[in-house]
């Protein structure tokens, strides 16, 4: 199952990001932030495999464009089953 950690980078959110790294059993956590340096900062102080950075700007409908595809869509349907 994976998971995504939208402003895991942020000041309040990245203490839930810290406790999925190190309490969850997530095949991977997303850590979606605007500020990539600072998701890349935690994800190298966290040292876990399963963290991904990706950039997301979450006022900005086209940024958020790759969680609407067909493939997120089939990987959540899968995920529920």
Partial sequence: ??????GGA???C???TRD???FSDFDDTVIADYSVAAAE???GELG???LKVLKVAAEDKDDSEPFHSSDSEESLERDDQ
């Fill in 1 to 6: 199952m994976k998971v995504l950690s939208l």
């Fill in 10 to 12: 942020g000041a309040v």
């Fill in 14 to 16: 990245q203490h839930a």
């Fill in 20 to 22: 999925l790294a190190e």
């Fill in 41 to 43: 900062t935690l994800a």
């Fill in 48 to 50: 876990d495999r399963r």
